[in-house]
């Protein structure tokens, strides 16, 4: 009896670490980590090492060390392999690789570390931890963790655009208020773009990725309000990434909606309102609604020279660049985590000339490491055509389980949780076309609930599915 207490009681902690953790997801502009790379600022990633360490330390000391094994994970484990056959070919490159005063060993070293305790360590110790759970319990107790962080995104995010339109010292105040009371090392935004807590605009798309699919769940309980709250806020950051991947997101969850009784008819009530609003909105401010449209379709251009398409030209001659470093290391690739140290041979000519970024990014005086922007193309560099492949297939099985999963379960509350999980994997999908890192704790939450909610099912392990 004793015993059965005290796993019950570890069962709790475990279960309030993970929602900890969840709900720490957004604060990535933390200032107080005296931490390299990565850990420096995301407070979700230090708790979910602490934690993983520690579970993995008591695992062995009790020889119970508990190695969880899928389809997709086992892609994973592969292309782990593979970076490790790529290292030894390219051992003498990464031995001699050095620039911005980092080396090609320590960074490889380093990048795998992080690879291993995410796609490895720390997704085992999600896995153990959540198949001891109900998956009822599980699905309420996320979403409504996820819906309290995004209320502190969105009211932060308020305040930003308030104080972009108005310069207000008062909503200043404020917002200093909230970086002290969550230890941020910014305030505020550039160029107007919004960032919320978060490190800067692109990471709260990212997190709106994440995010919108547990929020837009709340359509099917009739809270409209909030659930088309993270869509309004990813329409008005300024993120090329939420202006795609938002819509995306909202139509395949209006797809489900419709199919339920009242479904079809409250969407196109919220069709209309919606309609008439931004009609009223456009004609109200012609001038600067046609200004707008206009940018958010130049964002998507090399063309111009603001500072968004500068961007675009950065991140386009960037993946171009790897593409280029793959041609001549088509099968191989030139090792895990060196793309930044060859990028700077590798950019076109007129790239060079009309993105001042990528001359910072080539310039060793100038400390900012070069990025790469998107996952596929540093892996189509780093580990050939074979590691992206091997990738990609990982990515594909996890998207069928979770579709298998919304297809074949018929309980309301799962398929729900299920449809979340779809639209989640999809997301990350299109999202690591813009990402270059696999430290995304919310990635490795959604990969280990596909995998629990998939394996639930196939062993029917909750009832009225």
């Known amino acids: 009896m004793f015993k059965n207490k005290l796993r019950l009681v570890v069962r709790g902690y475990r279960l309030k670490l993970l929602l900890l953790i969840i709900f720490l997801i957004p604060f990535t502009d933390t200032r107080f980590l005296p931490l390299p790379g990565e850990f420096n600022t ?66 490889f070293i380093w990048q795998g570390f992080i690879l291993v305790f995410t796609g490895f360590f720390f997704t085992n110790y999600l896995m153990t931890t ?30 930003e655009i308030i104080y972009f339109r108005t310069l207000n010292s008062l909503i200043k105040g404020i917002i200093d208020v909230f970086d002290m009371v969550f230890l941020l090392k910014h305030s505020i935004g550039v160029e107007e773009r919004l ?31 909030i659930a088309l709250s993270p869509i309004l806020l990813g329409f008005i950051s300024g993120s090329r990434t939420s202006l795609i991947i938002s819509l995306i997101q909202l139509l395949l969850f209006g797809y489900y909606f419709i199919k339920i009784k009242y479904g079809r008819v409250v969407l196109v009530k ?52 790897s593409y280029r470093i793959w041609k ?12 930044g140290f060859h990028l700077k041979d590798y950019y076109s000519d007129s790239d060079y000339r009309n993105s001042y970024e990528i001359r910072f990014w080539s310039d060793t005086s100038y400390p900012t490491w070069p990025p790469g922007f998107s996952v596929y193309t540093r892996l189509l560099a780093e580990t050939g055509i074979v590691g992206l492949i091997i990738f990609l297939f990982f990515l594909i099985t996890l998207l069928r389980y979770s579709y298998i999963s919304l297809k074949m379960i018929y309980n309301p509350e799962l398929k729900i949780l299920a449809l979340i999980l779809f639209v989640c994997n999809i997301g990350f999908i299109i999202n690591y ?14 990969t280990a609930l596909t995998l629990t909610l998939y394996k639930s099912f196939k062993n029917n392990k909750f009832d009225n599915i």
Request: charged residues 15%; aromatic residues 20%; proline residues 2%.
């Open 433 to 446: 076309m813009q990402f270059d890192s696999f430290r995304l704790i919310s990635f490795w939450i959604i």
């Open 328 to 339: 001549e290391n088509p099968i191989f690739g030139i090792g895990f985590s060196q793309q």
């Open 42 to 107: 995301d407070l979700a990633l230090n708790l979910a090492l602490v934690v993983t360490f520690f579970y993995v330390l008591k695992s062995f000391i009790r020889g119970k060390y508990k190695f969880v094994v899928s389809t997709p994970l086992s892609f994973l484990y592969l292309l782990m392999i593979w970076i490790l056959i790529g290292a030894i070919i390219n051992f003498d490159t990464i031995l001699i690789s050095d620039f911005k005063n980092r080396t090609g060993l320590v960074k």
């Open 130 to 159: 959540l198949r001891e759970m109900s998956i009822h319990f599980l699905f309420k107790k996320i979403r409504s963790i996820v819906l309290i962080g995004f209320i502190i995104v969105f009211i932060y995010a308020i305040f």
């Open 195 to 225: 960032s919320s807590i978060m490190f800067e605009p692109p990471f709260l798309a990212i997190y709106l990725v994440f995010t919108t699919p547990w929020i837009l769940s709340y359509m099917f309980d009739k809270k409209f309000i």
């Open 270 to 321: 919220v069709f209309i309102v919606f309609a008439v609003f931004l009609a009223v909105f456009y004609v109200s401010n012609f001038s600067k609604s046609n200004d707008y449209v206009k940018d958010k379709i130049e964002l998507f251009s090399k063309k111009t020279k603001s500072n968004s398409q500068i961007s675009n030209v950065s991140r386009w001659g960037t993946q171009l660049a």
